[in-house]
């Protein structure tokens, strides 16, 4: 597919539509032409090692970068016109970094409530019954008035999702939101991201964890050096992958020791 196709010629909705997608740093080119769309209520995981723009892309994608070249529309607004209100569009986007970035300052409940407020312009009671409806669905009601430092960095993450989720949502970004957790707290944010994704929410989640990859996503991406290598179901890009680089990169993930000897 060339960047000039017409969407008319594409019967299938998307929610996310990249084309072209390039992206430098100064003289370094991070991203090299990303072509990716993703259908209302997909889930795709992007894999690929350091430095491969993993991060660069979805950062594109919320416009916390701006794209050096080519088109990005999420939801049906082009986010890449010069035009566009940004943060408008950025409220339909949430974003789970690899550190949870909640406020020091403020309990669990009030880091839901502040942004809601501050961004959506709700009032007390709405934002209080939508962070509390949130807290559910991560778990973590009983820990509404706790402050951040008293919270495991598994519920903080959870919180972290939380948060975005209150926001109301159209699509989640992930970048490696389990990456900064001690093994044993990585299951619970997994889960919590399996019933997003079991409620239809589309999401992009940049991640190592390859079980997760295979038991949830509908299609994985695999990145090197700023492109898009290969992509396709779980079962054949992680079960059976085409390229050399797609197997190096693997045997690497799978099997860290096996990369050392
Ligand atoms: N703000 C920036 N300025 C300069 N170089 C950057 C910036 N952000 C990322 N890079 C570079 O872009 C490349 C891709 O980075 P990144 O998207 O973080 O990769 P990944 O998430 O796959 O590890 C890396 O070489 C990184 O050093
Ligand atoms: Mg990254």
């Known amino acids: 597919m060339t960047s000039d196709d017409n969407d008319a010629t594409r019967r299938q909705p998307t929610e996310i539509e990249i084309r072209d997608l390039h992206k430098s740093f100064g003289a370094t080119e991070v991203l090299r032409g990303i072509d990716l769309q993703v259908t209302p209520g997909e889930v795709v995981c992007v894999i690929g090692p350091s430095g491969s723009g993993k991060s660069t892309l979805l950062r594109c994608i919320n416009l916390l970068e701006e794209p050096s070249r080519g088109r990005i529309v999420v939801a049906g607004t082009d986010i890449t016109d010069p035009d566009v209100d940004i943060d408008a569009a950025r409220r339909r986007i949430g974003m789970v970094f690899q550190q949870f970035n909640l406020f020091p300052h403020l309990t669990v409940s009030g880091n839901l409530v502040l942004p809601q407020r501050r961004v959506l312009g709700r009032d007390k009671r709405?934002?209080?019954?939508?962070?509390?409806?949130?807290?559910?669905?991560?778990?973590?009601?009983?820990?509404?008035?706790?402050?951040?430092?008293?919270?495991?960095?598994?519920?903080?993450?959870?919180?972290?999702?939380a948060r975005a989720l209150a926001m109301d949502p159209r699509v989640m970004l992930f970048d490696e939101p389990t990456s900064a957790l001690d093994p044993e707290l990585v299951g619970d944010v997994l889960a919590v991201m399996r019933s997003l994704a079991a409620d239809g929410m589309t999401m992009v989640v940049v991640t190592h964890e390859?079980?997760?990859?295979?038991?949830?996503?509908?299609?994985?991406?695999?990145?090197?050096?700023?492109?898009?290598?290969?992509?396709?179901?779980?079962?054949?890009?992680?079960?059976?992958?085409?390229?050399?680089?797609?197997?190096?990169?693997?045997?690497?993930?799978?099997?860290?020791?096996a990369s050392k000897l």
């Open 210 to 257: 390859m079980s997760f990859a295979r038991e949830v996503a509908d299609r994985v991406v695999f990145m090197d050096e700023g492109r898009v290598v290969e992509q396709g179901p779980a079962a054949q890009v992680v079960g059976s992958p085409r390229h050399e680089r797609t197997r190096d990169f693997l045997t690497r993930v799978l099997d860290p020791a």
């Open 126 to 161: 709405t934002a209080d019954r939508v962070a509390r409806e949130n807290l559910r669905r991560v778990a973590l009601t009983d820990k509404a008035d706790a402050y951040p430092a008293q919270l495991s960095g598994g519920q903080q993450q959870r919180v972290a999702i």
